[in-house]
């Protein structure tokens, strides 16, 4: 995905510190700026309009939050209430003010949610919230969900962060989390400050700079002329400071995918023998190899293997099969033509396949599709655009796109597969349309009964993988690079989206080691 931006994650825990600082690296003192080097620039640090919604944004705060192994714990609210029926009452945690002094109360969290929910805002996540008919506060510690339907992930769904009820539009996002705004330089950085009057006490690091870098290569540039802090890297661009003194290389797990995103309305990316015929053709084992650098996994569908909701049966070969992908294209008429392009009733076999021109791992994945492809008769050639560019352009060529999560399997799914998401910007941008799959989203979405809820999206998986609908490539890792000897770093599963979470999420714990 644009900015929303397992690897198998039976290894949940696994904190994997791939080098380890000399004796000499020391932490910057607790009053100098720490600068973490991130690639993609929020659009917005509104949660109503789609900022961190699934929580690790160091502004905000949400009723519950997660922690590094995935389990859900209270944040605003003072504990976790019994998720049954279609009402959810949260209580909320006594003694909480955003950064500008005001008290929290449960107007706010309704004034919030409500926000997101009202059509005139069009939030981008308003989706994500459907099964709530409105949020209610009795009073001022007292926060009631009504449902539509019992909705089995709405705890999941209690990480959106909290705003004030009189927020105005344009106004500077004032939160309850452990960083307060202090400005923001559009396309180069935020800077924050600590809030002393953090209600899970005040961070160590006093000043918090975020600062944007889309380059893969500009930012590890600035990584190693010291500009940073901390930074994320693609797995190969962090090999050059495995063995720099001072600096620690982390590897995290992920249900993060990069896979093609096909535009099924055109002559040739719509047809299911050119799709089917790429998934056997690619060779995702050395895409692993050789792009990841080992750091990632083969991927062949939306939920990532070691996930309890992932379905084994939709798992392939990382080998390609060539011979029986040119026979898949000859039975459905696709012949060889001139150049070694195979054609079809005069139509060539040939798309654009875009990348954000930054993305130094997506233009390597995107050009070993190509190459790939090319021995199968098929012309693939690459573009690498901006994402301005790229946006008005995904209804006709196709795109490397990232997504996953770890968390509940409605999250992602139900944008990227529903047909009422059509088109809908970075949901379901190739327009698939399946009403059997409609109807397995709509009903894991309604269900709670675990048991019913997986036979759903074994299901779902098995459709995506049926209709080809997206070319699955790789699982990453994540991997950062941190300069100094720091506490409080913690590792765990990440999702696609981890520039606002994953292991930055957790900077207002860390600490100079002692």
Known sequence: MRRRSAIFVAVVLALAACSAPSQGGSAPKTDDTVVLGLGSEP????????????????????????????????????????????TVTFTLRQGVSFHDGRALTGADVAYTYGQVLKPANNSPIRGDYAAIDRVDAPDARTVVF???????????????????????PGAAPVGTGPYAFVSWTKGDKVTLRANER??????????????YTADDNARATRMAAGEFTATELPPKAVARFRNQPGSKVYEASSADYRGVMFPLEQPVTGDIAIRKALGLAVDRGAMVAAILAGAGAPAFGPIAPGIDWHNPVVDGSATPDRAQAVQILEQAGWKAGPGGVRTKNGTAARFTLMYPAGDSLRKELALAVASDAKKIGIDVETAGLDWDAIEPRMAKDALVMGYGTPFDPDYTNYELFHSSFSGQGFFNPGHYKNPEVDRLLDTGRRSSDPSIRKKVYDEVQRHISQDAVWLYLVYLKHTYVVRGNWSGLAVGVEPHEHATGGLFGTVASWKPAS
């Open 43 to 86: 659009d917005t640090l509104d949660p109503v309009l789609g900022y961190a919604p699934d929580g690790g944004s160091l502004l905000y705060d949400g009723l519950v939050r997660r922690t590094p192994d995935l389990k859900l714990e209270p944040a605003l609210a003072e504990a976790l209430p019994r998720a049954e029926g279609t």
């Open 146 to 168: 009504h449902l539509k339907y019992p909705y089995a992930p709405i705890l999941q769904r209690a990480t959106l962060g909290i705003v004030p009820k009189d927020s105005l």
């Open 198 to 211: 953090y209600w899970g006490g005040a961070p160590a690091i006093k000043k918090l700079v975020l600062a």
